[in-house]
């Protein structure tokens, strides 16, 4: 819990290709730096002035100067994006500071799955594919598909599995209200603790499966390796278990509010799936 800190989201902050909410252009220059830069609080905008270098700092106040503090934003601004030829994906813009520090947040994330779980973000879907395939040849892995992972990762859930200080850095620099699209839309108050859009979204649902199947092999006093092999592998919401915990990861994730995709999931027959 201690190594996730404002701090260490801050020294590993970084914008992606996508949109900010009110930034018109995508480059991290405009976002921070810009007519449109926006936060979501005080307390936050008041930890990015403290860690600025002297350089950095000599530019926010520039930017302070001609456009003030920036735009304060209280609900995450909601879009969609085509999942396939029959749905839309909803996905929420995030303010441009908030967002900075969400991406240095699953960074940190990132390397916690690393160090305790043998996970690694950028190579997982070549390691969920080899055990995929061995699973349709042996029958030893099973794989399993969730519905709307990311919607379905409930506020109550992840104050339940976090430690507190990790809680608490999350909890600032995430979005707790949604305004709907349109110039009248509807600002509703969020259940899931963090969506499509938010920059630590998919290392934080990786972790929670991980530790999902990492309690289900020990409560069956199951080893976590088989040889240099996990006896489970996780890459967001694709997720493979060996055969036998299954039936019992199954029974924890719908416990724990999931809805597992019984028409892509396959523990049984020579198919799975995987990303």
């Given at each position: 819990g201690n190594v996730l800190t404002l701090n260490a989201c801050f020294d590993r902050g970084n914008h992606g290709p996508g949109k900010s909410a009110g930034v018109p252009n995508t480059d991290f220059v405009s976002k921070m730096f810009g007519e449109s830069f926006s936060y979501s609080e005080e307390g936050l905008l008041g930890h990015y002035r403290s860690m600025l270098n002297t350089t950095w700092r000599t530019s926010e106040v520039a930017r302070t100067m001609f456009y003030g503090n920036g735009v304060k934003m209280d609900s995450e601004q909601m879009f969609t994006v085509p999942k396939d030829s029959t749905i839309d994906r909803v996905a929420n813009k995030q303010p441009s500071l908030n967002m900075f520090?969400?991406?240095?947040?699953?960074?940190?994330?990132?390397?916690?799955?690393?160090?305790?779980?043998?996970?690694?973000?950028?190579?997982?879907?070549?390691?969920?594919?080899?055990?995929a395939c061995e699973g349709s040849i042996s029958g030893w892995f099973g794989t399993i598909d969730l519905k709307s992972a990311s919607d379905t990762i409930s506020d109550s859930l992840v104050r339940r599995l976090l430690p507190r200080q990790a809680l608490f850095v999350l909890d600032v620099i995430r979005m707790k209200t949604c305004r709907e699209p349109g110039k009248k839309g509807r600002t509703v108050s969020l259940g899931m603790f963090s969506c499509m859009g938010n920059g630590f979204t998919f290392p934080l649902q990786t972790l929670i499966f991980a530790t999902l199947m990492r309690a289900c092999c020990i409560a069956m006093d199951i080893k976590v390796y088989r040889g240099d092999i996990q006896n489970y592998s996780v890459f967001g919401d694709d997720i493979i278990c060996r055969f036998d915990v299954y039936d019992t990861a199954v029974k924890l994730l719908n416990y724990c509010g999931f809805i597992v995709n019984e028409t892509k999931s396959y523990n049984t027959g020579k198919f799975r799936e995987s990303c």
């Open positions: 520090y969400q991406l240095g947040a699953g960074e940190v994330l990132c390397e916690v799955l690393r160090k305790h779980f043998g996970i690694d973000i950028r190579t997982q879907p070549e390691v969920n594919s080899q055990l």
